[in-house]
T-cell receptor, first 115, second 113 residues
């Protein structure tokens, strides 16, 4: 197992288009998080899944954003009608179930540029 | 969510120890102190975490004040590869919580050869 995998690594899209990102967490990690990071800022929490259930969504996650985690494995983050302000790095992280306060493992991120 | 305060930037020389401070005066009894670092164009990487006692691992040491209102990440011998943004984060520890990590802006560490 090579860690958290995100695809694609880079995405350039025109304003108004829809985009979808994928995250494959570490096997058997039942907790999955999405974050967004803009230049010069720390990552901002977007949403959290425990298994297939989406248990928390940030106010940053507008109705143009939707995330899923079917069957509690990989997750997708979709942005509809993209805007220039959506340009950012989108990060995925996973954590194992066993202990509550374990380390989180982050993927390399998907860098989105909206032109 | 309890907040942390870190210096915006610090400089160190290669092969010298680095002490990165963090203040967290509103920490609660159940909050763990986590440190992550982020290299350019990479996702954050776990460094170390602790609750009350000082912690050591292969990457660093974490010194936690007795009142837990501050902590210090210690890199024993800085290398050029340690140049990164270092984030000090409080993570709640109770069942049912998301235990999400709330990042601040971190400390940008520059390491001079």
């Amino acid at each position: 197992d090579t860690g958290v995998s995100q695809d694609p690594r880079h995405k350039i899209t025109k304003r108004g288009q829809n985009v979808t990102f994928r995250c494959d967490p570490i096997s058997e990690h039942n907790r999955l998080y999405w974050y967004r990071q803009t230049l010069g800022q720390g990552p901002e929490f977007l949403t959290y899944f425990q298994n297939e259930a989406q248990l928390e969504k940030s106010r940053l996650l507008s109705d143009r954003f939707s995330a899923e985690r079917p069957k509690g494995s990989f997750s997708t983050l979709e942005i509809q009608r993209t805007e220039q302000g959506d340009s950012a790095m989108y990060l995925c992280a996973s954590r194992p179930k066993v202990r509550v306060n374990t380390e989180a493992f982050f993927g390399q991120g998907t860098r989105l540029t909206v032109v | 969510d309890a907040k942390t305060t870190q210096p915006n930037s610090m400089e160190s020389n290669e092969e010298e120890p680095v002490h990165l401070p963090c203040n967290h005066s509103t920490i609660s009894g159940t909050d763990y102190i986590h440190w992550y670092r982020q290299l350019p164009s990479q996702g954050p990487e776990y460094v170390i975490h602790g609750l009350t006692s000082n912690v050591n691992n292969r990457m660093a040491s974490l010194a936690i004040a007795e009142d837990r209102k501050s902590s210090t990440l210690i890199l024993h011998r800085a290398t050029l590869r340690d140049a990164a943004v270092y984030y000090c984060i409080l993570s709640m520890n109770y069942g049912g919580a998301t235990n999400k990590l709330i990042f601040g802006t971190g400390t940008l560490l520059a390491v001079q050869p």
